[in-house]
Each structure stands twice: as structure tokens, then as C-alpha cells.
């Protein structure tokens, strides 16, 4: 198996620009999640979909960003226009439905920096 | 709410002396419970997870952890560490299946020779 892909690895953009973040959860797995890491705040979720559905987006920062889901094995984080706080390491995580515990496999990451 | 702590931002460790790492974490009854460590520039790996059972648990790479529900903690140890275990550990607590994990804010482990 693959892995969680995600691209790109790295992107540098203006403050301003529409960035779109990508991922490909493992396949078969029924939950996908993203989250943003900074040295200030750490690991924070953002968002997390079930089936494709989101089900919780409490994480999202500000209407700038928004995420979607639109098949079982593709989502995108979008952030629109960017900001230089923006700037931080994005993760993506998936996990199939029906493994007790919520362990959850994480993809090497997006790291975005806005100048 | 639910929240993990890690006391220790960085610890350094002297290459093959044994290894602690602490948590603690704030819920209401017995939550899932898991370490992960993240090299430069990589993911998140899983090294270990408590669901039930046994609260000593086994780990990759010679990782262990140690449930302790009156201490609110699951702290990892190894017995000897190796140049190549500098990182960042994090811990992090699940409440039921199928939700989030929150996360604690990582320990950066420094192995000096």
C-alpha cells in the first residue's frame, strides 16, 4: 500500500494566492482528517470527513479556508487568499471505519510557506 | 474537554541510556491511548496504542508504554536509546472510535554520543 499521498510537498506563495493542498487517503479507509502543525500551536485539527461527509469542521481558522471530499480518494484544502500566518506544516490522515481506537495513518505532509 | 500534556519540550539523552517520556492526559473515563514519532521533515509514525487489557504495551523500534489509570498518565520508555530515536514524540488520546485524536505538543528527543 502507498500510503497517504499528499501534494505538494512543499509550496512557497504570495500573500494573497489561492493555494490548494491535495490528498489521497489510503484506500478503503472510511475517515480522512487534516491538520496543521505549527511551532506555536502544534498539531491542531482542522477538519475531518466521514464518507466523504464533513462531519466536523470546528478546527477550520477562518471562512479563508475550506476543504472537500468529492470521492472516496481525493480532498483538497483550499485557502483563499493566503495569509504569511498561514504558514505551517499540513498534515493529512486517514483510517478505515470499524478499527477500534481511532489509530490513524498519517501522509509526510504540505509545508506552505506565504511570504 | 479532553487534553494531553507532555511536561518536557526537550530532552536529551545519551546514546544507550534508557529513556522516559511523560503524558498525561485529562478525560473522563479510560480513552484510547497512542505515541507517534516524527523525524525531520517526515509524517507521523504510530510506535504504540493502549485500547484494553494489558497496560503494559509493546511498541516498534523497542518502544514500550506503561498505562497508569490513577495517574492519568501513559508514559514511553526504552531501555536504550539509539542515535537514530532523535526526534519528536507526541501522545495523543482518542475518546471513541471514529473521532479525532488530540495531541499533546510533542517532545523533541536529542541523542548526544
Known amino acids: 500500500d502507498a500510503g497517504v499521498i499528499q501534494s505538494p510537498r512543499h509550496e512557497v506563495t504570495e500573500m494573497g494566492q489561492e493555494v490548494t493542498l491535495r490528498c489521497k487517503p489510503i484506500?478503503?479507509?472510511?475517515?480522512l482528517f487534516w491538520y496543521r502543525q505549527t511551532m506555536m500551536r502544534g498539531l491542531e485539527l482542522l477538519i475531518y470527513?466521514?464518507?466523504?461527509?464533513?462531519?466536523?469542521d470546528s478546527g477550520m481558522p477562518e471562512d479563508r479556508f475550506s476543504a472537500k471530499m468529492p470521492n472516496a480518494s481525493f480532498s483538497t484544502l483550499k485557502i483563499q487568499p493566503s495569509e504569511p500566518r498561514d504558514s505551517a506544516v499540513y498534515f493529512c490522515a486517514s483510517r478505515p471505519s470499524g478499527l477500534a481506537g481511532g489509530e490513524q495513518y498519517f501522509g509526510p505532509g504540505t509545508r506552505l510557506t506565504v511570504t | 474537554a479532553q487534553s494531553v500534556t507532555q511536561p518536557d519540550i526537550h530532552i536529551t539523552v545519551s546514546e544507550g541510556a534508557s529513556l522516559e517520556l511523560r503524558c498525561n492526559y485529562s478525560y473522563g473515563a479510560t480513552p484510547y491511548l497512542f505515541w507517534y514519532v516524527q523525524s525531520p521533515g517526515q509524517g507521523l509514525q504510530l510506535l504504540l496504542k493502549?485500547?484494553?487489557?494489558?497496560?503494559l504495551v509493546q511498541g516498534i523500534k523497542g518502544f514500550e508504554a506503561e498505562f497508569k489509570r490513577s495517574q492519568s498518565s501513559f508514559n514511553l520508555r526504552k531501555p536504550s536509546v539509539h542515535w537514530s530515536d532523535a526526534a519528536e514524540y507526541f501522545c495523543?488520546?482518542?475518546?471513541?472510535?471514529?473521532?479525532?485524536?488530540?495531541f499533546g505538543k510533542g517532545t523533541t528527543l536529542s541523542v548526544s554520543s
Open positions: 484506500s478503503g479507509h472510511d475517515y
Open positions: 470527513f466521514n464518507n466523504n461527509v464533513p462531519i466536523d
Open positions: 493502549y485500547f484494553s487489557g494489558d497496560t
Open positions: 495523543a488520546v482518542g475518546v471513541q472510535a471514529g473521532t479525532a485524536l488530540i
